[in-house]
């Protein structure tokens, strides 16, 4: 009797629901996990600055696919095909060894205690807050997942030619408003993306051969240059006119045709989206309270699957003896 109630409690912590998120989930049990996570980021922006939109971006891709649980994070097994590899994230999504050097970091410091989920969150909140965009105090408690897909990642994550209406009805489904969506759409004041991302809007956007109209002219002759019809699609070209600084350019760059993605410039051209971000692009403070707003409504975003906190963000813990943090000293 006593050894079955005792393996049913060590089964339970295992069969968890929605983790209940809080501010200063680690300060009894890991009160420098910020503070590191931060210096971390630092040294990963000084030897490469282009890192702080690298790491920024894991927070979308990971939590629109089942949560955010650093399901991304996970590499492909003989049995599973994980989100790396998917249509939005192949030869896209980039600098994954820095969440491996905060989780490095963390280990030594206070092992199996601070979720590679609240690591991405983490460091999101500051790549944007030491590129020169706003900080703000995270909620964090999560758990990573135990396992990944390729097909969830693919049938949800957006591709560079979305207009704003697809966005805004994927945005809908995980309840972030209109405003929302166009808010976090600003993630691409820093950052580069790829020419592959921007060929059919410049060669062939109506399928008559002929480039996007939205696109300024001048700006056009820029992105010919930059990404003629024999280029290598994995060349990067800046997102917007201030790619490492985070501020509301990019907006400006949208009211004046010069957005690079697709995505982005039918936020000007649409109707439902246009009013936030001419509103953006003249009230940077505006636009910084909107997107803080956002990143924790997304954060919040669970699938209340089982979880654990695991020792590489790479692999999910061998069983039997993975720890949950039901046992973790606080």
């Known amino acids: ?31 420098k996990a910020e503070s590191t996570v931060r210096e971390v980021m630092k040294r990963a922006m000084i030897r490469e600055i282009r890192s702080a939109a690298s790491v920024m971006r894991l927070q979308f891709h990971d939590c629109f696919v089942d949560g955010c649980d650093a399901s991304l994070l996970l590499d492909n097994t003989p049995t599973m095909r994980g989100e790396k590899r998917s249509l939005s994230n192949i030869n896209s999504l980039r600098n994954y060894h820095v969440i491996d050097e905060i989780k490095m970091a963390l280990e030594d410091i206070c092992p199996l205690t601070v979720s590679c989920a609240d690591i991405i ?20 408690g999560r758990l990573d997942s135990l396992t990944a897909s ?17 966005l805004i009805d994927l945005f809908a489904k995980f309840n ?16 580069k993306g790829r020419c592959f991302s921007i060929m059919h809007r410049l060669y062939n956007q109506s399928g008559d051969g002929k480039p996007d109209p939205a696109i300024e002219p001048a700006f056009r002759q820029e992105l010919y240059k930059l990404c003629p019809p024999n280029v290598d699609l994995n060349l990067t070209v800046n997102l917007d006119a201030t790619p490492t600084v985070f501020d509301n350019q990019y907006f400006k760059d949208l009211v004046t045709g010069r957005g690079y993605l697709n995505s982005d410039q039918t936020l000007h051209t649409n109707p439902k989206t246009r009013g936030w971000v001419v509103k953006f692009s003249k009230d940077q403070d505006s636009f910084f309270k909107a997107f803080v707003k956002g990143m924790i409504k997304m954060g919040d975003i669970q699938s209340g699957r089982p979880g654990e906190v695991r020792r590489k963000c790479r692999v999910v813990n061998k069983r039997p003896g993975s720890i949950s943090r039901s046992f973790l000293p606080y």
């Open 1 to 31: 009797m006593y050894t079955s109630l005792l393996l049913l409690f060590l089964v339970l912590p295992m069969i968890t629901g929605e983790a209940e998120l809080r501010h200063g989930f680690y300060s009894k049990s890991c009160p």
């Open 121 to 140: 969150i983490m460091a999101s909140r500051d790549a944007v807050a030491m590129t020169g965009g706003p900080d703000w105090e995270v909620k964090l």
């Open 150 to 166: 390729e097909a969830d990642s693919d049938a949800i994550m957006p591709s560079p030619r979305f207009n704003a209406s697809a």
């Open 176 to 191: 972030l408003t209109v405003k929302d969506m166009v808010a976090l759409s600003g993630s691409h004041s820093i950052g």
